[in-house]
């Protein structure tokens, strides 16, 4: 062994039987083998977090109370963005990268509000936070914009996305003329090669049909692999066999389906003094099942749409063991691998690529979700990362401990 290899041994790995020696070097995994070592611990990749809100986050404590519902949630969401400024937005943004960090996310996907023709002020605050991130998390952002407006103003917002490298997204709930708008939201993808991110029926409404033309244009128009749909909790009470045939025909086109369990089980059939019974969960076996590529990502994260979090979407994963009765080991790829392709990136744990990964204290994917407390390391480029802030985010998220 050269002075620059380090080899961890007798480690479980995420997606193999067995126990391995992992070999870096450098910044590289230089080589994976069976071992017969034991008590190295558990190593799944670094984690990918698909869907977040960087430009409301970390203001729960100014909002006056916790939202009972999505439109609730809405307006106090609205009223607290009157009080936005850049240094505002680029410092509870940057605390919670900092969180996303040294919990071990390595790539991060943000909607941003886009409410008018005007460029928000969010997004070239988050914009210069992406170049300034750069090698410790790859952000992208999606314009998140209401079907009116990208309709009536729809060529502006889409040139800017695409200078700027972002994605384009948009609410599809329930609009008059829904199957024309999303039409046009197509067309506008098109012409300027984006990918689509959608906040699709987040509502529990049976006859909610936005995933339905979602699905229909993306195969229409080949653009099978660009389009994400993001919440999509009607599904989770239409009638079984009309949810299948709708999930094999999304498969069939390529679309691809977001979790977002926090914040949907919040916010959907929340009424005060009376227990939930729907929790507004995609069906996301029943999806996986179909063929379609199925993500879990953390949402929101203390803001008026969920008033808990820490961007750790580990902790999010362990949930939704229980909520959606996952098995660890066979779901860990929807935080990992799944959303990481959203990215252009590569399976993480295989011989060359970038030592990115988290080494749990534990025998296995099963041990690391029984434990709240189960301690991990975060290795980035080969390294362990510090456990506690990186330069520099004491100062800048002390107002939001």
Sequence with gaps: MNAEQIILRGVALAGRLGRHDIVLSGERI??????DAHGGGFIMPAMTDAHVHLDKTFTTHRLGHRAGSLLDAIELAAGDSMQWNADDIRCRATNALERAYRHGTVRMRTHVDWLAPTVPLAWPVLHALRAAWRG????????????????????????????????LGAFIYRDPDLQVKVSRLFDLAERHDLALDLHVDECLEPNADGIDIAVR??????????????????????????THALLERAAEAGVALCVLPATNAWLQDNAPGRTPRLRGLAPLHEARAAGMEVMLASDNCRDAFYPWGDYDLWDIFRSAAVSAHLDPASWLDAVTDTPAALFGALPGLVEGAVADFILFDAEDADDAVSRARCSRQVWRHGAVIRQGLVEGAAQVGAAWQ
């Design 136 to 167: 410790r998390i790859d952000l992208q952002l999606v314009a998140l914009a209401p079907l009116d407006l990208l309709f009536e103003s729809g060529e502006p917002i889409a040139r800017r996305v695409r200078r700027d490298g972002g994605v």
């Design 30 to 35: 230089a080589a994976i083998t069976a071992s």
């Design 217 to 242: 244009e993306t195969a229409a128009r080949g653009y099978g692999g660009r389009v994400l749909c993001g919440h999509c909790c009607a599904l989770s009470i239409r009638p079984d066999d009309e």
